[in-house]
């Protein structure tokens, strides 16, 4: 190759190594250029994050801390209005004075936990038609207090949700709010908090110690992981006890109820009931049969003739309303069915559809827990609480959660 030719090509790879050099250079200015502006839009965009984060967190602590001066409601005002009682002048104050109900220096989140646990929803409708009025007033008042609290920009929604039975649709729900769309940033804050004294929650601990009792004396652990550490039996057979014993301890908490007499060594020899029975026999007991006292005590200020009289038409008259209230919630319950059959039934069709429920939800999730109790044994003692931690984790009757959302509203 003759050296003009052989010049001429080194100068060309020369020039394509300095254009690409130059390139390279172009490149790393510019990137120095942008990259402030894209730091700056990120740590923006982080920075409102976080705000949007702390607005949701400050909000939900002031609806636990913040009190009402003043709250009320009307026990059974849907009642009242199926008899056709009218609520006007001198029949107004003598319906709220008996019936009405004032709430002074609670916090929002007190009154949520207590709306929640005397409603006994069940399949989206609210089992307990006595205390309607109580969801629709707090309703009301949560709508007030989060359209003080936030811009006119901002949507929300506020959700308290009562449910002793981890996804199962049995227990209370308050809600203030819209929608939570699906097309716009959303920032939570979440809590759980204690349901206020009851007899519900009362009972519901003594349910607890008669599920310990049922652990540590009746289920065959001891005897199971004796045989299982000594070789009798293989660790299959082991995983089968502890399953059929995971099993057993659901379906004795939810809908059958435990025998304190063969369950276990209790104290209280007995029957100790279910979790729905404890909770239904507290409405059926406390609620509707209180009402009828309650208007039964204001009929007895009139004369006894008088007052005889319009008790028996009266106590028919709630009777066949709640009776026909009932019948809408199951539809085994007979046309001419009385308060206590119609009660039954109710109590029945809830436990059984309970029963569906845990089969298809709970004792699905047995196998894992099985595996999971397995891999961390370190003794006998070690299987009992770690059973209790796991039944109590689907099913947990003494705490409601609390769930804030909000997000800007597009303009």
Known sequence: MSGPQQWWRDRRGISA?????????????????LIPAFTST?????????????????????????????????????LLDQLNVE???????????????????????????ECVACQFRWSGRQINMLTRN????????????????????????????????????????????????STVDIFTAGARV????????????????AARHYIQNISGIHDAFSEYTQGEISEERYRQALASSLSAIVNKTVWEGFDLNHDGDCRDKGEMKSLLDIALDFLWRSRYLSFRDVFG???????????????KQFDVMVNKIIEEHLSELAEGISVNATMSESTREVTNEVKKKAREFVNTSIHIKIPYAVEKMMSN???AQDIQPEMLRWLFLHINPWRAQLSLAIWEAPT
Not at 100 to 107: N, P, S
Not at 137 to 166: A, C, H, K, M, R
Not at 297 to 311: I, K
């Open 297 to 311: 005590e204001a009929l007895s200020l009139l004369t006894d003739v008088v007052s005889e009289g319009l008790n």
């Open 42 to 78: 990120i740590h923006q965009d982080v920075l409102w994050e976080r705000q949007q984060e702390e607005k949701a967190n400050a909000l939900l602590h002031q609806v636990m801390t913040c009190t009402v001066n003043e709250a009320g409601y009307l026990t059974a005002e849907s």
């Open 377 to 379: 044994i370190n003794g």
């Open 194 to 209: 204690a349901l206020p004294p009851s007899p519900v929650a009362s009972e519901a601990y003594t349910l607890t110690e």
């Open 134 to 181: 109580f969801t629709e007033s707090l309703q009301t008042l949560l709508d007030e207090f989060f359209e003080e609290q936030l811009d006119p920009g901002y949507g929300y929604n506020f959700t308290v949700v009562w449910q002793p039975i981890e996804g199962f649709d049995f227990g209370g729900v308050v809600c203030s709010g819209a929608t939570v769309p």
């Open 17 to 33: 190594m300095q254009d690409a050099l130059l390139f390279c250079v172009m490149v790393s200015i510019s990137g120095a250029l």
């Open 87 to 113: 609520r006007q002048g001198l029949a107004k104050q003598v319906a709220e004075g008996m019936l009405g109900r004032e709430q002074l220096h609670r916090t929002y989140a007190d009154l949520c936990t």
